[in-house]
């Protein structure tokens, strides 16, 4: 019932995971001692990978804009997944941005240049969609990996750049001390909804009753249930 040598895949966004990556290395050490746990970052092949078998457990942000190419409901029939959280993207500038200076509207958001992340093959994300409806662009100057370098170089000086992250980030900037103002995107109620980004597991069927997997499950959902309280 507590086997060893075991071993746990996961693919994840790095950022989320890593905030409480350590009690979750520990309850998985108390519960199955001698285990192995290999995480892999969140791309766009992870999907594939859980279909191969070869991770056990993804968990990661999907988007809820109804032109998107990662709504829940375009998953395949044999995937199966459960939300943990919703959370909203914000800005993150350093406390010194010269848009600091002035009035946190649109106008002035999309006035300096964006910091942005190369997020399922792609430079351009809902937000994107959203000021395309509205007629506006914004100007995307830098394309990074991921959230854990655009804000490594938001919050560094002589530049002013801004990026955008969902608001989990702020928990992730504390516990790395990075100084970083966080602001809303300023944009009305009815379209910052179509950003809501719902944190999700997500797994093969055929796990749905494998104990080590059904164990994985609670275990995150109760480290990561509510991570914005």
């Known amino acids: 019932d507590s086997p060893g040598g075991l071993t746990f895949e996961l693919a994840a966004e790095t950022p989320l995971m890593l905030i409480r990556f350590n009690a979750l290395l520990e309850q998985v050490n108390q519960r199955y001692p001698q285990a192995t746990v290999k995480m892999r970052h969140w791309d766009y092949d992870s999907l594939d990978a859980i279909t191969r078998g070869e991770v056990d457990l993804g968990f990661t942000g999907r988007e809820t804009h109804p032109r998107s190419r990662e709504l829940l409901k375009l998953m395949p029939w044999f995937i199966d997944y459960e939300i943990l959280f919703s959370d909203r993207p914000y800005v ?3 406390e010194d941005h010269p848009a600091l200076q002035e009035t946190w509207d649109l106008e002035t958001f999309l006035r300096y240049p964006h910091i942005s992340i190369f997020w399922e093959r792609s430079d351009t994300w809902a937000l994107d969609e959203v000021l395309r409806e509205m007629g506006r662009t ?3 100057a830098m394309s990074l990996p991921g959230f854990e370098q655009s804000m490594f170089m938001a919050a560094q000086p002589g530049h002013n750049y801004i990026a955008t992250a ?3 980030c702020h928990h992730y900037n504390q516990l790395h001390q990075r100084k970083l103002v966080t602001l809303p995107i300023p944009i009305d109620e009815a379209q910052a909804q179509k950003l809501t980004v719902p944190f999700t597991l997500i797994w093969h069927k055929r796990n749905s009753h494998n104990p080590k997997i059904l164990w994985l499950r609670e275990t995150i ?8 309280r």
């Open 221 to 228: 959902k109760a480290l990561y249930g509510s991570p914005l």
């Open 166 to 168: 969902p608001h989990y």
């Open 138 to 140: 914004r100007n995307i």
């Open 92 to 94: 993150y500038l350093r």
